[in-house]
Structure formats: C-alpha cells, structure tokens
T-cell receptor, first 117, second 114 residues
Framework: KAGVTQTPRYLIKTRGQQVTLSCSPISGHRSVSWYQQTPGQGLQFLFE???????NKGNFPGRFSGRQFSNSRSEMNVSTLELGDSALYLC????????????????FGPGTRLTVT | AQKITQTQPGMFVQEKEAVTLDCTYD???????LFWYKQPSSGEMIFLIY??????QNATEGRYSLNFQKARKSANLVISASQLGDSAMYFCATWSGATNKLIFGTGTLLAVQP
C-alpha cells in the first residue's frame, strides 16, 4: 500500500506570495491533518479535514487555509507569505470508521519544506 | 488541555548500549494514548510505539519499549542495543480525541556514537 505523499518536497517563495501544498493520503484513509514544524514553535496542528469538510482547526491566522477533495486528497494554502511561515509542513492521514471517529494512528508524509525569503 | 514535556534537548549514547528518553504528560482525559515518533533528518515522522492509558502492560516493539508510569504521568521510551541509524529526533505525543490531533513535545535529539 502506498504511503502518504506530499508535493512538492521543497519550495522557495518570496514574502507576499502565496503557496499551495498538496497531500495524498493512504488509500482508504479519509481524514487528513496538517502540521507545521518550526525550530521555535515545534510541531503545531493546523487543521484536519474529513469528508471534504474542515473538522478541526488549530490556532493559526486566516492566511492558512485548506481543502479536501472527494478523493480525500488535500491541499493547504498560505496567502501573503511571511518570513515566519518558513517551516516543514507535514501531512498525516488516518482511517475513519463509519461512526466518523478517526483512528489515533496517524501516518505521516515526508513533508514539504517551505522557505520564505 | 493536554501537554507533553520532554526535558532532554539532546542525548548521546554509545552504539549497542540502551538509552532512555524522558516524557511526561498532562491530560484531563480519562482515556488517552501516548506515542513516540522518530524523525530522521529527512523530515518524515516515523511511528515507533503506542501505549493506551488502560493498557496494563508496557508496550514493546522490537528494540523499543515504553516505560509507562501512570501515577507519575510519565511515558519514557527505552531503546535497547542502540544502532547508528537510531540517530534522529524523537518526539513524544498524545492524542486528543476531542479534536483529532496529536500534541507533541519539543523533542529529544539522539546521537548514537560508534
């Protein structure tokens, strides 16, 4: 079974630009979560999507947004990039049962390393 | 609110020796889970081991074991017979069932020396 894939793996953008990152979950997984990892703040939860709906959201400004498609693939978008947005962005997928409850077993992708100059 | 504390920013261990990475947690949930992830320099988070709060026995996965002491709210990771490939960042985390998210500690950088 293929793992979680993220594209692109590396990205360099300029302040003020916007960026879109993509995540393809493991086949059969319908929940996709996004995390930001920085040296200063560590690993922080951005949001979780399930069945094309944002189900949970972390404490990030509105410049950070996301969406999920019917095939469970997810994208996250950051508008008006700031230097502080430079980070490793990790996507994780998990299985969700018919009750809508997601498994705690999160499978992570390799991440997208974003550098803002 | 849940919180994970890892007090060791970095650790050294000799190859083939055992090493313990510390983790304490704080949660108001009655039922919770504790995790350890390994993150090599490539960036990917690799799941190592899981302990449920109601599991009476300590979890083990190959060379990894989790020393779970509920009363002390600690969930230390023990790596036996360290290998050079174990050099990486190690994160302790807990799962928030209410918000479907992992809450991570700050991590411990482990360096295995030959």
């Amino acid at each position: 079974k293929a793992g979680v894939t993220q594209t692109p793996r590396y990205l360099i953008k300029t302040r003020g630009q916007q960026v879109t990152l993509s995540c393809s979950p493991i086949s059969g997984h319908r929940s996709v979560s996004w995390y930001q990892q920085t040296p200063g703040q560590g690993l922080q939860f951005l949001f979780e999507y399930f069945s094309e709906t944002q189900r949970n959201k972390g404490n990030f400004p509105g410049r950070f947004s996301g969406r999920q498609f019917s095939n469970s693939r997810s994208e996250m978008n950051v508008s008006t990039l700031e230097l502080g947005d430079s980070a490793l962005y990790l996507c994780a997928s998990s299985y969700t049962g018919t009750s809508g409850r997601s498994s705690y077993e999160q499978y992570f992708g390799p991440g997208t390393r974003l550098t803002v100059t | 609110a849940q919180k994970i504390t890892q007090t060791q920013p970095g650790m050294f261990v000799q190859e083939k020796e055992a090493v313990t990475l510390d983790c304490t947690y704080d949660t108001s949930d009655q039922s919770y889970g504790l995790f350890w992830y390994k993150q090599p320099s490539s960036g990917e988070m690799i799941f190592l081991i899981y302990q449920g709060s109601y599991d009476e026995q300590n979890a083990t996965e190959g060379r990894y074991s989790l020393n779970f002491q509920k009363a002390r709210k600690s969930a230390n990771l023990v790596i036996s017979a360290s290998q050079l490939g174990d050099s990486a960042m190690y994160f302790c985390a807990t799962w928030s069932g209410a918000t479907n998210k992992l809450i991570f500690g700050t991590g411990t950088l482990l360096a295995v020396q030959p």
